[in-house]
């Protein structure tokens, strides 16, 4: 590819700072690559050159392209490589040996753990990472952590364990990854003869990605570049998605008034898709407010309409894209990986999963993991199994420490020999010890028979549960509530709605095989086990199945974008402010820009979510394509508002409600539980239930 007039610009603007605004598919990476073989080219030595990026991949391939165009090396780094190198150097000054370790994120929990247990301070893990994101949040945000001031949001223990925690990293001569950026920004302000040094040595900066920076990052940038005024920031306002990890766009936004000399350049040529999908998507981004104005074009075909099909199920949604996929594949012989299918969360991928598996279509989950492979789904997984059989030692070591603590290695070891030798299944050999029997040598402690004695009588609970026609659905969610599960997995704070929504989805598909196999859990959990085992296969010639975050920077023949409904995508998450919102409207132009021949956009008119069936609206931003660019495959559908269903009636004591398994019963106490709204409901023959309200499936008698 030769450059075109604006990238050749770019290229040959040499002293002063600059800002190239590249579009999607814009070929920025070729641009910063030929920037610098030109710096080489004009007699600038390669030592005097930085370029900066997000991933050592990234870096890695920037660095082999300009080898391969100069043969010479370019210092190309990621920020936090960068900072390592610069506090190997320097860090002395700070009174640190150059010597230092580097904790990662283990080792900083870690670290953090012994000074809960120094301080006597309860050490639950959830309020190890809680305390582990405001260090890192102010850290991240350049707060000097000894002034008082900047703790306003920290109670007196976190400030007694700040303090510990960060005495103790410097009695180990250790620095937190978070310190990769803080120590050198505090560093330069410290010792303004160090920053003039650095900025001696590279008095030409280049930075890709520049709109996914975060304050620190864009501190060294400006830092850096203060003497010399040569920097080039190269990026995309547009495609800033990753405000969640502190990427600010204002930074990008901000970049004339941050360098008033600036030079903007804008590479609005697309050397990817069809001009129909980028008027598409120059319409959609237009409804942003804070962005510079681009309008991308391109000298390809003009290509097909873009596609919208409105199912009028997930499962209907579904099996659109996959026959789609498959036509393209086995007719027009496309690639299996030059398609993918994207979604908003990742809970989406199960219902493509289960049918791609059946039609034993190879795929992957890109940057992610399979639904059936994820924790949460094969810890559930390993509960039902137990109450299928005895003899699950594996379904047993996984669960018994998710339950409660106690069991170490060494213990499971033991109970697993036993098990095997005496030919005993590991419940019932469970039983036999916590009666002291005098037959085996393996001693349980108080607290461990205390534990054992209460999970067996769990796992019995489920039996007799299941034994009484309880649903799938329905059996799942006692599981939940009886080993009090949500509270093992929101030890990880960050991770607990994700978490969440993927065993919601599970109980949708046990709702959905009980519908359709008699409730039968030995058939349930055999088929699961195939499907799991099915599909091996990690290559690139497989499917792609990922969320819109992770498509950045990758492009496809064939891109289908599902679920496109209000509070899917957009996400009901941001909805709080017209910024957040604008981010989906970003998320969504990202993943429209990465097909190249054809775009489908599909959505679903009823989607069976989080335990009920939920009427869908249309997404916003299906609305801002203008109806030029699109062919609508479900014109006959009528598009519905969200309206209130059954599920959101209001219950109260005193209510006479319906099961469909325990018959009649009386609400006696209403509650907000661990999975929503919950009931205590008094059944015949005096029995009460605890029922969560949007899976039990109660019907309201008058």
Known sequence: MNLNAKQLEAVNYIEGPLLVLAGAGAGKTRVVTKKISKLVQIGIPSTDILALTFTNKAADEMAFRVRKEILQNVLTATFHSLGVKILRESIYTLDYSSNFIIYDEEDSLKLLKECFNLLKIKDEKSELKKIKYKISSLKNDLLEIEDPINLFNFDKNEISILHL?????????????????????????????????????????????????????????????????????????????????????QN?????????????????????????????????????????????????EKGEKITIFIAESDHLEASFVVEKILKYHRVKKIPLNEMVIFYRTNFQSRIFEDILLSQKIPYIIYGGISFYQRKEIKDILAYLKLIVTDNDFLAFNRTIN?????????????????????????????????????DHDIKLNIAQRDNVSLYLQNIEKLRNLYSENLSLDELISEVINIFDYFTHIKEDIEKFEDRKQNIDEFITKAYEFANENQNDLKKFLEDLSLMSSTNKIENEKALKLMTLHNSKGLEFEIVFIVGLEEDLFPHINSKNSMEELEEERRLFYVGMTRAKKKLYLAAS??????????????????????????????????????????????????????????????????????????????????????????????????
């Open 165 to 249: 925690y960060q005495k103790s990293l410097k009695n180990c001569n250790a620095v937190d990854f978070d310190d990769l950026l803080y120590l050198p920004v505090k560093l330069f302000k410290k010792h303004p003869e160090i920053l003039e040094f650095y900025q001696k040595k590279w008095p030409f900066l280049l930075i890709d990605e520049y709109q996914d920076t975060n304050f620190a990052q864009y501190t060294i940038s400006k830092l850096l570049s203060l003497r010399s005024q040569n920097i080039c920031a190269v990026g995309d306002p547009d495609q800033s998605i990753y405000s969640w990890r502190g990427a600010k766009y």
């Open 252 to 300: 990008i936004l901000n970049f004339d008034k941050d360098f008033p000399n600036a030079k903007i350049i804008l590479l609005e040529q697309n050397y990817r898709s069809t001009q129909t999908i980028l008027n598409a998507s120059n319409a959609v981004i237009k409804k942003n407010e804070n962005r510079y104005e681009k309008n991308l074009f391109s000298n390809l």
């Open 402 to 438: 998710t339950f409660k603590k106690g069991f170490g290695k060494a213990t499971l070891n033991k109970l697993f020999l036993l098990s095997e030798s005496k030919n005993i299944p590991i419940l019932q050999l469970l039983k036999l010890l916590i009666q002291n029997d005098p």
């Open 605 to 702: 008119e009823y989607r069976f979510l989080f335990g009920a069936t939920k009427i869908s609206t249309p997404s916003r931003f299906l609305k801002e394509i203008p109806e030029i660019y699109l062919e609508n495959l479900s014109e006959n559908i009528t598009y519905h508002e969200i309206e209130k269903n059954e599920e959101n009636l209001k219950f109260y004591p005193g209510l006479k409600v319906e099961h469909k398994t325990f018959g009649n019963g009386i609400v006696q106490k209403v509650y907000e539980g661990s999975l929503g709204e919950t009931l205590d409901v008094l059944f015949e023959k005096n029995i009460t239930r605890s029922l969560v309200t949007k899976y039990a499936k109660l019907k309201i008698l008058n």
